[in-house]
């Protein structure tokens, strides 16, 4: 199985800027879907960004001209700049990945991350 790690979450005040990076336990981001999902407490869990493999990304529209999703090959990880971080941003992180189909922030993931918490005050 994959196994996926987060990190770079924290704490960060109103208009701030946090980046976030994934990293697994093998190559498989040349062929995967990769999306950052997160979950607030008292709410579902949601699609916040996606990349597929030709590095096309896609995003929910609650983050869309904030967050950056990007790949970095070199160093086999998936990272979310998140900017302008408002206190509604609030919630866990997760990574996740899939293979084959529609690669979408909305798309069902195969695999995820433990998360990692960010916090906006």
């Known amino acids: 199985d994959v196994q996926l790690v987060e990190s770079g979450g924290g704490s960060v005040q109103a208009g701030g800027s946090l980046r976030l990076s994934c990293g697994a336990s093998?190559?498989?981001?040349?062929?995967?879907?990769v999306g950052w999902l997160r979950q607030a407490p008292g709410k579902e869990r949601e699609g916040v960004a996606a990349i597929d493999s030709d590095g096309i990304a896609s995003y929910a529209d609650s983050v869309k001209g904030r967050f950056t999703i990007s790949k970095d090959n070199a160093k086999n990880t998936v990272n979310l700049m998140m900017n302008s971080l408002k206190p509604e941003d609030t919630a866990m992180y997760y990574c996740a990945v899939k293979s084959g189909g529609t690669c979408r922030f909305s798309s069902p993931f195969d695999f995820w991350g433990p998360g990692t918490q960010v916090t906006v005050s």
């Open positions: 093998g190559s498989i981001y040349g062929d995967a879907c």
